[in-house]
């Protein structure tokens, strides 16, 4: 059917051009047996994530939601060396799973889980007056994505980028029957993205290994 159709494309898309190694593959792996959800991105979604970091110049990136690490590791990848990533996560076992998948990937330098709410990590931050981030990649819990993205609209500048995962559901965003929390949340801050005059943006739906979805690239700057 459809979807079976969906996936082997992502599949044979993934083996001919996505460079999913080892280190990724085990680190997926680890985080199904340590229990996590299979909710992490594809590998292509990994790559995408990791050019748009790259079209950029990306060296500083700012993750909402980590689970056990994996798009974590494609956007410390795309960083560099030198470059950072911050990401938020509320649950302990899943930052605890996303450290040592870091850590095997070479990234522990890189990367930094940190632990808690992120609406309270990121008022944190906020009050730290960090560096702006050059990417924000917001994929957590959806009823909070308006104030994720306020407080990403506060850690950016000009030429930085937010990409907001989740936003078709397979096509309960259109849905009236569908009031769940986060379908509210996801038509909220398409609401939020539309009124925002420092935003350009637009949304993509998505089909492939994870179903029928779709995410929001924000570009932050006034459209020409
Ligand atoms: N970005 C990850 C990837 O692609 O590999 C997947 C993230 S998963 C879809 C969402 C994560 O957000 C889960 O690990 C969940 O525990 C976390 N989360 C949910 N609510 C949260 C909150 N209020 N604060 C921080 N993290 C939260």
Request: no cysteine.
């Amino acid at each position: 059917d459809l979807i079976q159709g969906w996936r082997a494309v992502d599949d044979y898309l993934v083996d001919t051009l996505v460079d999913e190694d080892d280190t990724l593959r085990q680190a997926r792996a680890a985080s199904h047996a340590a229990g996590l959800p299979p909710i992490e991105v594809a590998a292509n979604q990994g790559a995408f994530l990791a050019l748009l970091v790259r079209l950029v110049s990306g060296r500083r990136v700012l993750e909402v939601g980590t689970l056990g690490g994996y798009s974590t590791i494609w956007l410390g990848r795309a960083v560099g060396p030198t470059g950072r990533v911050v990401t938020l996560e509320v649950d302990p076992h899943h930052a605890e799973v996303a450290r040592a998948n870091l850590e095997r990937a070479g990234l522990g330098a890189v990367a930094q889980v940190v632990l808690g709410p992120a609406v309270d990590s990121l008022d944190a931050l906020i009050a730290a007056r960090p560096e702006p981030f050059d990417l924000v990649f917001i994929d957590a819990d959806k009823q909070n994505n308006a104030r994720y993205l306020a407080a990403a609209l506060r850690l950016t500048r000009p030429g930085s980028a937010i990409v907001i995962d989740n936003v078709v559901r397979r096509g309960a965003v259109v849905d009236p029957a569908h009031t769940d929390p986060d379908v509210l949340g996801t038509r909220a801050v398409l609401g939020l993205v539309r009124a925002e005059p420092r935003l350009t943006a637009t949304a993509l739906q998505t089909v492939g290994s994870k179903g029928w979805d779709g995410f929001v690239l924000a570009l932050v700057g006034q459209p020409r």
